[in-house]
């Protein structure tokens, strides 16, 4: 029975096998391992293990210099890595593993850049179309007549700026030779930096056409390219511009600056090209704090999902706004400020050169032409005649005026008067053009501050209840100042965000925590001066 159970019958021969398994080999220790090559764009750096064949797997990871947190290159897990443009300035090291050890390399680096100076079309045209990843080519200054250059590989195309030139004197035109200056058939990065592109004429990107790739654009000018189709001077896929100009621009269908389906176009002046930016495919292009040469909406000069406000809108003001016959006023034109009134110049601003011509009524001014320098030109205004007088600055066709108040002598206006709750026999008195005042007797007798405001055109007065040591001027023309020594200096608050500096009226809170700033664009309020915020919300 018992055999029977295990199938076995009596007389049956049963044979019994052992099978004996070997112990798996331990991995051989590795000890070290080291990069070979150049840290360069395009270079091919090898990890070399000691033992040679030892590591089973890779890792490679970048990191900025010194001691930052070192990042996974996405996908670098092969013995060899060739560094792109996003490692330029990064430091490189590599993990070589098995599955009983690892070792980590020194680190090489930073990252170089492949660099060819060129100076004629034909060196451009070639090393265009060579076929090296992430290579700058430096452009001598001059006018490249050139055009129809395929582009082989990410390439960084700009002026050569540590020499002092740019896009006014590096200059690539096209010749209207109805080819796009460059073509990018293969997906792949193309920047443009301090550079001209001019004269482009194509059935698509007049200037550049890239189906796949996409395109960087800072401190660049654009100008009398065209397309038949769509993107006069741009096509592609997604683009990123930054302090560029695109102006005389045009195409047949959308875009006549860039057609693209996503990126982000800021601190641009894009002006006469029609639709001056257009989206395709599904993306969204964000074109916001940029200068469309209007104060107006300029959604109208977008085509599809193209998000354009906030825009950049032109201002103008007068440093003083009240003068005698015979002083001068500085008037400055900025394109620094937001259509939501914000300061946006500590993000970036249009691009330099940006013309501004100026215009006067009741006297002279000199200059007629100024150019943008961080976003604001100037001039100087010298009256003829008292009076009001009416200065003008017009960019891109959009014009805006400021007045300027011309007396025959000194003003000597007391235009606010206020009471230090503490001691009220400190009287604080501000006179238009002369500055801020105190009295410690009741207005017995008066006696100067001893460092004024450096505006001086005062319109109001405030002590801070809750420190009545501590007052604020408004001024017209220089925004708000402020004292903490009961009036005897003064300093003028950072005025953040307060687009219109010509304050009329000034009042604090009954704690003091609070200040309300009454101006010609309407009401702000600051808790300290420093930063203010629009409050228009159903004023005229």
């Known amino acids: 029975m018992g055999l029977k159970r295990y199938g076995l019958v009596p007389g049956m021969m049963v044979i019994i096998a052992l099978v004996l398994v070997a112990p798996v080999a331990a991995q051989t220790t590795i000890t070290g391992v080291t990069i070979l090559g150049t840290p360069a764009v395009g270079t091919v750096l090898t990890a ?44 490189i090291y590599v993990t070589a593993s098995n599955s009983d050890s690892s070792a980590t390399s020194p680190q090489a680096g930073p990252v170089l850049a492949s660099i060819v100076t060129v100076n004629t079309a034909a060196e451009l045209e070639t090393n265009v179309s060579n076929p090296v990843h992430g290579e700058i080519i430096i452009l001598e200054p001059g006018i490249y007549y050139a055009n129809d250059m395929t582009v082989a590989d990410d390439k960084i195309i700009e002026a050569d700026t540590a020499h002092g030139h740019g896009p006014w004197d590096t200059i690539i035109d096209g010749s209207y030779s109805g080819n796009s200056i460059f073509t990018d058939p293969g997906s792949h990065s ?18 550049i056409y890239t189906f796949g790739g996409s395109v960087t654009v800072t401190s660049s000018t654009f100008t009398g390219c065209t397309a038949g189709g769509y993107g006069g001077a741009i096509y592609a896929d997604s683009v990123t511009a930054t302090f560029s100009t695109f102006t005389g621009c045009t195409a047949g269908g959308y875009g006549g600056a860039i057609y693209a389906s996503g990126g982000t176009i800021h601190f641009c002046r894009i002006y006469h090209d029609n639709f001056g930016a257009s989206d395709h495919n599904t993306a969204f292009l964000n074109a916001s704090d940029t200068w469309w040469g209007t104060n107006n909406d300029p959604s109208g000069y977008a085509f599809g999902r193209v998000t354009t406000s906030p ?40 691009p330099d050169g940006t013309p501004v011509t100026f215009t006067a009524s009741g006297g002279s001014i000199s200059p007629h032409h ?18 009001t007088a009416y200065i003008t600055a017009t960019v891109d066709g959009q014009s805006v005026t400021v007045p300027v108040t011309v007396t025959s002598g000194t003003s000597g206006a007391a235009t606010s008067i206020v009471i230090d709750p503490a001691t009220p026999a400190d009287v604080y008195a501000g006179v238009d053009g002369l500055g801020i005042y105190r009295s410690t007797d009741s207005g017995g007798s008066w006696t100067g501050a001893t460092s004024q405001p450096a505006n001086t055109h005062i319109k109001a007065l405030v002590v801070n209840p809750a420190s009545p040591t501590h007052l604020f001027a408004a001024t017209y023309g220089g925004g708000v100042y402020q004292s903490s020594d009961s009036g005897t200096t003064w300093t003028a608050c950072p005025n953040t965000n307060l687009a219109n500096l010509n304050v009329l009226s000034l009042v604090a809170n009954p704690t003091g925590t609070t200040l309300y700033a009454g101006t010609e664009a309407g009401v702000y309020t600051s808790p300290d001066c420093g930063s203010w915020t629009l409050l228009n919300n159903g004023l005229p």
């Open 48 to 91: 070399v293990v000691t033992p040679s064949g030892s590591a089973t797997g890779y890792q490679w990871y970048r990191i900025i210099p010194p001691g930052s947190t070192a990042g996974i290159i996405p996908g670098a897990i092969y013995d060899t890595y060739t560094p792109g443009l996003g490692d330029i300035g990064y430091n």
């Open 190 to 207: 193309l920047s443009i930096d301090n550079l001209t592109l001019q004269n482009g004429v194509s059935a698509n990107g007049g200037a």
């Open 311 to 350: 825009y950049l809108v032109l201002g103008i003001s007068s440093s003083p706004a009240t003068m005698t016959t015979g002083g001068t006023s500085t008037i400055s034109a900025n394109l620094t400020y937001d259509s939501n009134g914000m300061d946006t110049s500590g993000s970036g601003t249009v």
């Open 370 to 387: 100024a150019a943008t320098d961080s976003g604001v030109a100037s001039t100087t205004f010298t009256p003829s005649s008292t009076g």
